[in-house]
């Protein structure tokens, strides 16, 4: 069974940058739509981005309240998800989950997030 | 953008059943899918397309969609369901999340 490990959080100052990650045991993360998920706190799951899968051209999107701040991208020599976050706020404190959906036939929204990291803490101060 | 609205807060007996809504325009057109979360954990799926249980989910929990409203059922309510529960759908090129409703089980 995949289990995934995200790291890389910690404190921040405004408007320095970030580079958090999503590492695999257990399987790859290759053919699998990966995506980080964000709750801030007390709050419910906002997605900030997410990568397709290699068999359909790893392909990214991004939540438009980041868009031109975030990129996600896949390491394939390390098989991990990175997200890096520019010019940091103080609104984009919060927990960061990278979470895995299967993409069959790209029918990725057939699918929910099945297997979820435990997540890190970013606080931007 | 497509939005998606739950209760903030539903309440159940013990042993009773549970409906939490997801409602948005047009839902029944769209695939639904649900989590679980405990206080201090990730989210775990429970239900994904509507109305299909993930491996290792209990029968307890149903999911049903139709016209604008979606709805996760779950029976026999006990004390270890007592979690936020968050809907979800992908539109587009992104994945909307309702703001969670929070199951109290009395």
Redesign the interface.
């Known amino acids: 069974e995949m289990q995934l490990v995200e790291s890389g959080g910690g404190l921040f100052r405004p408007g320095r940058s970030l580079k958090i990650s999503c590492a695999a045991s257990g399987g790859s993360l290759g053919d699998l739509v990966v995506s980080w998920v964000r709750q801030k706190p007390g709050r419910g799951l906002d997605l900030v981005a997410f990568i397709r899968s290699k068999r359909f051209g790893e392909t990214t999107y991004s939540a438009a309240s980041v868009t031109g701040r975030v990129s996600i991208s896949r390491d394939v020599s390390t098989g991990s998800v990175y997200l890096q976050v520019n010019s940091l706020q103080t609104d984009d404190t919060g927990v960061y989950y990278c979470a895995t959906t299967k993409e069959g036939a790209g029918r990725y929204y057939y699918y929910g997030m099945d297997v979820w990291g435990q997540g890190t803490t970013v606080t931007v101060s | ?1 497509y939005d998606v609205t739950q209760p903030l807060s539903v309440s159940v007996a013990l042993g009773q059943t549970a409906k939490i809504t997801c409602g948005g325009d047009k839902i029944g057109g ?2 639904v ?3 679980q979360q405990r206080p201090g954990q ?4 429970v ?3 509507d109305n299909n249980r ?1 491996s290792g989910i209990s029968e307890r929990f149903f999911g049903s969609n139709s016209g604008h409203v979606a709805t996760l059922t779950i029976t026999k309510v006990q004390a270890g369901d007592e979690a936020v529960y ?1 809907c ?3 539109d587009t ?8 409703t929070t199951l109290t089980v009395l």
């Open positions: 953008s769209k695939n899918h649900w989590y990730a989210p775990i799926l239900i994904f397309r993930p968050h979800h759908v992908w090129t992104t994945a909307i999340f309702g703001g969670g």
